[in-house]
């Protein structure tokens, strides 16, 4: 079960980085995508890559937090650093899904319709949304770099 999870999230990953490579304003392999990832509150661009990798270790990576299969639409992925903090890796990641529970729709989406209501902008909000019950953490095993670069106008 837990690896045909993973393929089916390392198909949505490549999926979405897919998508976003075809929104990108450069033909290079190394592609930019206005506005996707939040980090401290802030909308970051980032650089979509090929790069992924196996094997690095934790104090080289960074988390982010991925919604893309949440069960509620709207929700951009969340860095937990961004450029200018001392702890922020160069945009190699360590990716967490993120689920929203039942309770969590109700509070993130009042409106039914299947996209949130209000965004979380930074990896405090996550985490007191997690204690709060709305989230459920999910850890992968994907690893990949996505460097962000620069806020998003």
């Known amino acids: 079960m837990k690896r045909t999870f993973l393929k089916y999230l390392s198909l949505t990953l ?8 075809a929104q990108a304003k450069s033909d290079k392999a190394a592609t930019k995508v206005d506005g996707a990832v939040w980090a401290n509150g802030d909308l970051y661009n980032v650089v979509v890559t090929t790069n992924s990798f196996k094997h690095a270790p934790e104090h080289a990576l960074d988390v982010i937090y991925n919604f893309s299969m949440s069960g509620l639409e709207g929700q951009r992925s969340i860095s937990e650093s961004a450029p200018g903090d001392t702890d922020y890796n160069g945009g ?24 949130v209501n209000f965004e979380l902008t930074d990896a405090d909000m996550v985490m007191h949304h997690v204690e709060l019950g709305h989230l459920i953490l999910m850890d992968t095993d994907i690893r990949f770099s996505c460097p962000l670069a620069g806020l998003a106008e």
Do not use: E, N
């Not at 190699?92 to 996209?115: C, E, N, S, Y």
């Open 14 to 21: 490549i999926t979405f980085l897919a998508a976003a490579g």
């Open 92 to 115: 190699r990641w360590h990716v967490v899904m993120v689920l929203f529970t039942d309770q969590g729709k109700a509070v993130h989406d009042p409106d039914d319709d299947g996209i």
